[in-house]
């Protein structure tokens, strides 16, 4: 079935720097487009950031553009989110999804993103 793995969340200090890994399995990675998405608390689901099946586009809400960037490695079934100029307001919970901000339809458990001093 399908499996999606998030890591590489943690303590940063405001300015710094996360990358998180989403490890996918049991269906063609390669195939599919794939999103990050955040759930802070207290608040709703906001999408992050998507990128096509191949790598070729990448996508990026307003609030974190020109500071995430959102990749794949086909090869190894992993997308990543390399995070930089971390905020206090980026505190929240991350999810991988497979598919396109407006098709998500397979989600991971999430991995915690906290930014403070």
């Known amino acids: 079935q399908v499996q999606l793995v998030e890591s590489g969340g943690g303590l940063a200090q405001p300015g710094g720097s996360l990358r998180l890994s989403c490890a996918a399995s049991?269906?063609?990675?390669?195939?599919?487009?794939m999103s990050w998405a955040r759930q802070a608390p207290g608040k709703g689901l906001e999408w992050v950031s998507g990128?096509?099946?191949?790598?070729?586009?990448?996508y990026y809400a307003d609030s974190v553009k020109g500071r995430f960037t959102i990749s794949r490695d086909n090869a190894k079934n992993t997308v990543y989110l390399q995070m930089n100029s971390l905020k206090p307001e980026d505190t929240a919970l991350y999810y991988c999804?497979?598919?396109?901000?407006?098709?998500?339809?397979?989600w991971g458990q999430g991995t915690q993103v906290t930014v403070s001093s």
């Open positions: 999804a497979r598919g396109s901000y407006y098709d998500l339809n397979y």
């Open positions: 049991g269906f063609t990675f390669s195939s599919y487009a």
């Open positions: 990128i096509y099946s191949d790598g070729s586009d990448t």
